[in-house]
């Protein structure tokens, strides 16, 4: 293992034990409930069926009131779910939201079949992989992850086009140069896997939430450091822009 992985797994200890933000310096990463009792993120971590409830949701929402066929899907992660507003950016377009906070890309692939594959849309954003690498998944790990992800949807659905959002540099991460590395790491990984697939794009939002001496940008992210503001929500959009 290398020392920026064990680093990693060091880190996400003692945030637990000191009850911080849990996996702060890693974008999309739930917090522990104030009581000290886990929120739905957080709760049975290593259960692959830790979102039926949300996802059966989905369903419920989508039974009551059938999504449109052909829209732009948004999945992913706590920035995902937390971009309530984003069909405002994108007007011209038809947005379903379905991100759950905390998830990682395999869970976006475990439920695929159910939240992403009925809706057939035309685009889909992954706004994930944080997460994954905060549960100490090797951006290798991630990049496979993504892989199968890509197939599955292209598979059945061949035309539409896949946009994977690349993480960023959270605030907390900039006193860790080793954290820092392995965003990177992960983000040279999807960039190649996106240049290597048909309708893939990966779209890196590194150097945008960078300011002028190459810190993260304070005022792209809420109070936590890890989570988008509506600065944040609009430099992503500010790059999607013309791809749709």
Known sequence: ???????????????????????????GAEAPAKNGKANKGAKGAGDPARWEETIKKFEAADAATAP???????????????????????????????????????????????IVLPYAPKMILVNAGGNDLAAGKSPEQIRD?????????????????????????????SSSPEVLAVIRSLNTLLAELASSEKNVEFIDLFPAFLDGQG???????????????PKGYAAVSELLKGKF
């Not at 052909?70 to 007007?91: C, E, H, I, K, Q």
């Not at 992850?145 to 907390?172: N, Q, S």
């Open 1 to 27: 293992m290398t020392h920026a992985f064990s680093f990693m797994r060091s880190l996400t200890v003692i945030t637990l034990i000191l009850g911080s933000l849990t996996l702060s310096v890693l974008p």
């Open 68 to 114: 449109p066929k052909g829209a732009v899907l948004l999945v992913g992660g706590s920035n995902a779910r937390r971009w309530t507003d984003v069909g405002t950016y994108f007007p011209q377009h038809q947005v379903i939201n379905r991100g759950f906070g905390g998830a990682q890309l395999t869970d976006v692939l475990r439920y695929t079949d159910r």
């Open 145 to 173: 992850a993504a892989r199968v992800f890509i197939t599955k949807v292209h598979t059945i659905l061949p035309e539409t086009r896949i946009y994977c959002l690349g993480v960023p540099p959270v605030r907390r991460s």
């Open 215 to 229: 810190q993260p940008r304070t005022d792209f992210f809420v109070e936590d450091g890890t989570h988008f503001s």
